[in-house]
């Protein structure tokens, strides 16, 4: 099994899986889905008495969301996580009480009127707290009319997509089998085989008489091209199931290459695991 890396953006990734099995395939889509850590918002204290404005002018602690909706919206913002400094809550040693090891704390305060944003979440700690801004700055939270304010505090931990959605790393994660080309070419001095050639998203042209796909990877199965030229005639798509492209992007919390190299650290890891309980079976 190896991976050919066609694009690896810092939130993008596309990548060939060479040499593998659907079976496979199938569980490296389900561990980037499920099963990276990242931090997210876990816990938000809302403050409800007055709030004092900068311009000393007393606020409302009121918001034309529900504090449910407000703390939900908060849970989903996408939180940097360093996987080398932060550990689950879990397996920390402050025994999950909460400590810098396995917590981030935010505060947010703003008065109205104003669009509460994610860059308007102050990490708390540290010299470096800075590194742990929201990812995206501009991600609204709720609108606050005049005389409306909010303060609250945030507690942002490590878990898996397998609890809770807002844990999840990856998304849009798909693939598909490799498409598989044959051209006869006999008909590539054919008109038909040029007006195909058009059609095809994968980028077909004719070399010396031959016709050629550029881009298999760019073929959507479409077979547009096999109703231009029919398919007895000398042209077959077909696919190939050993080997896989696939897609998927982050929420910006981990990188694209990050993530892909935490799933399959986390497939050998499990590989291994059941070999040596099989074993001792
Ligand atoms: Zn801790």
Request: hydrophobic content about 35%; proline content about 8%; aromatic content about 6%.
């Given at each position: 099994?190896?991976?050919?890396?066609?694009?690896?953006?810092?939130?993008?990734?596309?990548?060939?899986?060479?040499?593998?099995?659907?079976?496979?395939?199938?569980?490296?889509?389900?561990?980037?889905?499920?099963?990276?850590?990242?931090?997210?918002?876990?816990?938000?204290?809302?403050?409800?008495?007055?709030?004092?404005?900068?311009?000393?002018?007393?606020?409302?602690?009121?918001?034309?969301?529900?504090?449910?909706?407000?703390?939900?919206?908060?849970?989903?913002?996408?939180?940097?996580?360093?996987?080398?400094?932060?550990?689950?809550?879990?397996?920390?040693?402050?025994?999950?009480?909460?400590?810098?090891?396995?917590?981030?704390?935010?505060?947010?305060?703003?008065?109205?009127?104003?669009?509460?944003?994610?860059?308007?979440?102050?990490?708390?700690?540290?010299?470096?707290?800075?590194?742990?801004?929201?990812?995206?700055?501009?991600?609204?939270?709720?609108?606050?009319?005049a005389d409306q304010g909010i303060t609250v505090y945030a507690k942002a931990v490590m878990g898996t997509a397998k609890k809770h959605v807002k844990w999840q790393v990856c998304n849009g994660v798909g693939y598909k089998y490799m498409p598989v080309i044959e051209i006869d070419p006999k008909h590539a001095s054919d008109d038909a085989v040029v007006a195909c050639a058009e059609l095809c998203p994968a980028g077909l042209e004719v070399k010396n008489k031959k016709l050629v796909v550029k881009d298999p990877v760019a073929c959507g199965y479409a077979k547009g091209c096999l109703e231009k030229l029919d398919e007895t005639e000398g042209v077959t798509v077909n696919w190939d199931d050993t080997n896989f492209l696939f897609k998927y992007e982050t929420d910006g919390s981990l990188t694209a290459q990050q993530a892909l190299d935490i799933a399959v650290d986390i497939l050998s890891k499990e590989a291994k695991g059941f070999a040596d309980d099989i074993k001792v079976l």
């Open positions: 099994m190896d991976i050919q890396i066609i694009e690896m953006a810092d939130r993008k990734a596309k990548f060939i899986l060479k040499d593998s099995s659907p079976a496979m395939a199938n569980a490296l889509r389900r561990t980037l889905l499920s099963d990276i850590p990242k931090m997210a918002i876990d816990t938000v204290e809302f403050y409800t008495g007055k709030i004092e404005g900068d311009d000393g002018k007393e606020y409302e602690s009121i918001t034309p969301l529900f504090e449910e909706i407000i703390a939900h919206r908060l849970g989903m913002l996408p939180v940097p996580t360093d996987l080398d400094l932060f550990v689950p809550q879990s397996e920390c040693e402050c025994g999950g009480e909460g400590c810098p090891n396995c917590t981030i704390m935010y505060s947010l305060q703003k008065t109205g009127p104003a669009t509460v944003l994610s860059s308007d979440l102050q990490p708390l700690g540290g010299p470096n707290s800075d590194k742990l801004r929201i990812v995206d700055e501009f991600i609204p939270i709720v609108e606050l009319t």
